[in-house]
C-alpha cells in the first residue's frame, strides 16, 4: 500500500531563518506530487506542483521555493522565512496516468515563524 | 477561476441525526470532486471521490452526490456519531487546472 510521510511533523523558526519541509512518498511510481499551505482562518491553497523529476510549477508568488531531487521525495524550501509563511504545510500525491485522480494527503507539518 | 463556498461554516448536532453538508463551486468544467475530512492538527483524509461522470458515491454512512448544472454537491451522514466530529472540506479539479481548489470547510460537531 502507499504511504506518505511528512517531516518535521512540527517546527518553530525565526524569521529570516532558512526552511527545509521534506515529503517522501511509499509504494508507488512516477505519483505528482503537491504542496499545499493551510494559513489560520484560510483555506487551503496549492503551492506547488510537480509531475517528475525536476519539474517544478509555482501557484503563487513566494518566498518559497519546490525541489524534487528524486521520484517520490519533494521539498519545500526558503532561504529566510517571513513571519506570513506560519501555517500548516501538507504534501499530497496522486497517480500520474489520466486526469481526474484521487490526491492522498500526508500528516502535515505545522510551521510557525517567530 | 474556480471558487468553491461550504455552507454552513459550522454545524453541531445531537448523536444520531442525520445531517446534509452542501459544496458549491462556479466553475462547471470539472474532473472530480473529492470530499476530505480533517482532525485538529491533523492531515486530510479523503472520503469519497466523485468523478464527472457520476452523480453520487458511497462510503459506508457517507454518500455524496455531484450535480453539475446547478454547480452543487453534497455530502449526508447518516446516523451521526461523536467520532465525526471533524472538518469537512470539499475539493473540485477542474479542467483548466492540475490543482483542487478547496472550500473552507464545515466544522462539525456531534453532541454526544
Known amino acids: 500500500s502507499q504511504t506518505i510521510h511528512q517531516w518535521p511533523a512540527t517546527l518553530v523558526q525565526p524569521v529570516g531563518s532558512p526552511l527545509s519541509l521534506e515529503c517522501t512518498v511509499e509504494?508507488?511510481?512516477?505519483?505528482?506530487l503537491y504542496w499545499y499551505r493551510q494559513a489560520a482562518g484560510r483555506g487551503l491553497q496549492l503551492l506547488f506542483y510537480?509531475?517528475?523529476?525536476?519539474?517544478i510549477s509555482s501557484e503563487v508568488p513566494q518566498n518559497l521555493s519546490a525541489s524534487r531531487p528524486q521520484d517520490r521525495q519533494f521539498i519545500l524550501s526558503s532561504k529566510k522565512l517571513l513571519l506570513s509563511d506560519s501555517g500548516f504545510y501538507l504534501c499530497?500525491?496522486?497517480?500520474?496516468?489520466?486526469?481526474?485522480?484521487?490526491?492522498?494527503f500526508g500528516p502535515g507539518t505545522r510551521l510557525t515563524v517567530t | 477561476k474556480q471558487e468553491v463556498t461550504q455552507i454552513p461554516a459550522a454545524l453541531s448536532v445531537p448523536e444520531g441525526e442525520n445531517l446534509v453538508l452542501n459544496c458549491s463551486f462556479t466553475?462547471?468544467?470539472?474532473?472530480?470532486l473529492q470530499w476530505f475530512r480533517q482532525d485538529p492538527g491533523k492531515g486530510l483524509t479523503s472520503l469519497l471521490l466523485?468523478?464527472?461522470?457520476?452523480r453520487e458515491q458511497t462510503s459506508g454512512r457517507l454518500n455524496a452526490s455531484l450535480d453539475k448544472s446547478s454547480g452543487r454537491s453534497t455530502l449526508y451522514i447518516a446516523a451521526s456519531q461523536p467520532g465525526d466530529s471533524a472538518t469537512y472540506l470539499c475539493?473540485?479539479?477542474?479542467?483548466?487546472?492540475?490543482?483542487?481548489?478547496f472550500g473552507s470547510g464545515t466544522q462539525l460537531t456531534v453532541l454526544p
Open positions: 499530497a500525491w496522486s497517480v500520474r496516468s489520466g486526469i481526474g485522480n484521487e490526491q492522498y
Open positions: 510537480s509531475v517528475g523529476i525536476g519539474q
Open positions: 466553475d462547471s468544467a470539472i474532473y472530480n
Open positions: 466523485i468523478q464527472s461522470s457520476q
Open positions: 509504494g508507488t511510481s512516477n505519483p505528482n
Open positions: 475539493a473540485f479539479l477542474s479542467g483548466s487546472a492540475r490543482q483542487l481548489t
